[in-house]
Every structure is written in structure tokens, then in C-alpha cells.
């Protein structure tokens, strides 16, 4: 190279490029995700009963009440395409719990519907979720799955998700 040359420059790393979804990419750029709204509350029961086979209405209504009545940043949201419902996640940030003081966010509870799986449902309404709790300063999520749920499970492990130290422990109450 010569003393006028000037060194080629690397091209600048496009966060928004659909080809590789390793969360560089986005996927809410290609999955539009918004704020959890009351209207979303017989989508939300609808996706959750084709997932479990089971009626959770009242469960969903509560959570829905308790989501709303959240402000500041939302970290509740839907994802929706091709003009239909396509999944939701429910979150929520604790400010300290067990003697610890750093804020949290905790994933409650999440659905894709099947007529839109394999489609990176999930990674964008996460994906937003992350930027969401960024702005929060918010620097851990946490979540509960059902040991057996293997789907889940490698879906969060390909997130960057991994086991807790913590172990939990539940008692039936009679």
C-alpha cells in the first residue's frame, strides 16, 4: 500500500439482516411485536388451549388485569403475522426478592401458535423483551420450565438461556 491509499474498511455489521437470527440479527424486525392490550386476552386463552388442551381463561384474565395495571416500560407483548395472532409472552420485573436488591425480570409465561411455528415467533417476542429490559437496566431474566418440556428447553438453550444454581422447591398444601 502506498502513503494515499487508504485501508479498506470492514463493511459495518448490519443488526437487522434476516440471513443469521443468532440475536445480532433482529427477529422483530421481520415478526412485528407490540404491547400486550386487554383485546389480545381471547387470543392470548385461544393459543394457550391448542398448546395445553386446557381452559386457563381465569388464570389469563388475572395475569392480563396485573399486566396492565404494570407502568413504566411494558414487557408483556404480542407478535402478530400474515394479520393473525401469532404468540405472546407474559413478563415481569422484580426489584429484589430473597434479600437480593438487582432488579429481574421474570418470564411467567409464553405461547407461539402452531400455525405459526418454525416461523421466529419466540426469538423476536424475546428479542424485544431484551431490548425492553435494557432500557430498564434490567441484567438478568429468569424462568421456570417443566423439566420434561424438551422443546422448551432447547428453544431456551438456543436463546442463550442456561440452569440456575438456584433450586426450587414446592409443597402440595392440604
Known sequence: MTRHQVPPVAPELNLSDPSGDDFEALSRD????????????????????????????AFYKRKLAEVLRESGVRVSLVAELE?????????????????????TAVIETMGVSPAFSGRDVGR???SQLLSN????????????????????????????FYPSQRLSFSRRVD
Not at 33 to 55: C, F, N, P, Q, Y
Not at 92 to 99: L, M, P, T
Not at 134 to 158: G, I, Y
Request: net charge positive; charged share 20%; hydrophobic share 45%.
Open 133 to 160: 429490559l435494557s432500557s430498564l437496566k434490567v441484567e438478568q431474566v429468569t424462568t421456570s420450565v417443566q423439566w420434561d418440556n424438551f422443546a422448551l428447553l432447547a428453544f431456551l438453550k438456543r436463546c442463550g
Open 30 to 57: 421481520r415478526v412485528p411485536v407490540r404491547s400486550m392490550t386487554e383485546a389480545d386476552l381471547s387470543a392470548i386463552i385461544a393459543i394457550d388451549h391448542k398448546i395445553t388442551g386446557r381452559d386457563r381463561s
Open 124 to 126: 423476536a417476542l424475546l
Open 83 to 103: 394479520g393473525g395472532f401469532a404468540g405472546f409472552l407474559m413478563a415481569r420485573v422484580d426489584y429484589g426478592e430473597f434479600g437480593r436488591t438487582g432488579a
